[in-house]
């Protein structure tokens, strides 16, 4: 690391002009971070990432091992994305078709987490804390709270802030189990309360 940095990068990472990398963050073997991009504070980058042009993560995102992030990806605070998920940003690439001004927009809200060999089709958002299985392909937007797994995926459940799945009574109530905090289900949607 140079003392002029408040970032930590491994000798072979590559960081392209125009990068801006928040205080605390650290990028590991072999990544690319592409012009551009907008990495917030306190990120982990994992081995062999690709994080293409004008993406934006914002603080505390967990990045792990050989994950791809095209552009148009945005990723809010605290965001999990498990080992070799990938990201899409073109509905239907062709090689000899030039469709870089059809980029599609993908947000990843704040504390969601996404399984290892995931798959998000662009133009689908991830609502906050919700959790997406290993393996799944995500072809729909998925809601605040939600647990979906499968290909393609299909909601299966809600899940705390903590990654517990949630059990709700007669009333629409549950508990997490580790934190202890309340969620209510009404109206086919979960918020804490």
Avoid at 75 to 101: H, Q, W, Y
Wanted: charged share 20%; with cysteine; proline share 4%.
């Amino acid at each position: 690391m140079k003392s002029d940095q408040s970032f930590y990068a491994h000798p072979t990472a590559v960081i392209d002009e125009g990068c801006q990398i928040g205080q605390g963050t650290k990028i590991w073997h072999f990544s690319h971070m592409m012009s551009n991009c907008k990495i917030g504070e306190n990120c982990n980058i994992g081995q062999n990432v690709v994080i293409s042009p004008d993406v934006v993560l914002g603080n505390n995102v967990k990045v792990q091992n050989n994950v791809s992030i095209y552009t148009g990806v945005i990723c809010e605070d605290d965001v999990f994305l498990g080992p070799s998920m990938v990201f899409t940003n073109v509905i239907n690439p062709r090689s000899a078709v030039n469709r870089k001004n059809q980029y599609a927009k993908t947000v990843v809200k704040k504390g969601a987490s996404i399984g290892a060999n995931a798959t998000i089709v662009c133009g689908h958002d991830i609502g906050k804390y919700a959790f997406i299985g290993a393996g799944a392909v995500v072809t729909k937007n998925v809601p605040d709270y939600a647990l979906v797994v499968g290909n393609p995926a299909r909601q299966t459940g809600w899940m705390s802030e903590y990654g517990h799945k949630l059990k709700f009574d007669q009333d629409g109530n549950a508990m997490c189990p580790e934190s202890g905090e309340k969620y209510r289900y009404e109206n086919t949607k979960v918020t804490k309360l």
